[in-house]
């Protein structure tokens, strides 16, 4: 049974930084696009940066330069770095493993809160 487990999360002033990370149990990690997502009180869950298998990442045009994301094949461990946090980056960050094989699949973290205040 694939499970996802998120940490790091927590209240942090604005200009700081976290490390957020998500272990993956089962044998999904190394064929999967990892992602963190996250979802601010009243809008839509949005994508903030993936990670293909052989580690290629893309990132939101609004976290470039601030979040870093990596992953450690060893380990089934995704992480991102958080820097330079802002109020509006206040939200529930969600990580997610998604592969395809014949179809498509999509797992995912319990959430983990992260809160800038000003």
């Known amino acids: 049974q694939v499970q996802l487990v998120e940490s790091g999360g927590g209240l942090v002033q604005a200009g700081g930084s976290l490390r957020l990370s998500c272990a993956v149990s089962g044998s999904i990690f190394s064929i999967s696009v990892m992602g963190w997502y996250r979802q601010a009180p009243g809008k839509q869950r949005e994508l903030v940066a993936s990670i293909t298998s052989v580690g290629s990442a893309n990132y939101a045009d609004s976290v470039k330069g601030r979040f870093t994301i990596s992953r450690d094949n060893a380990k089934n461990t995704v992480y991102l770095q958080v820097n330079s946090l802002k109020p509006e980056d206040t939200a529930v960050y969600y990580c997610?493993?998604?592969?395809?094989?014949?179809?498509?699949?999509?797992?995912w973290g319990q959430g983990t809160q992260v809160t800038v205040s000003s």
């Open positions: 997610n493993a998604h592969y395809h094989f014949i179809r498509e699949y999509d797992y």
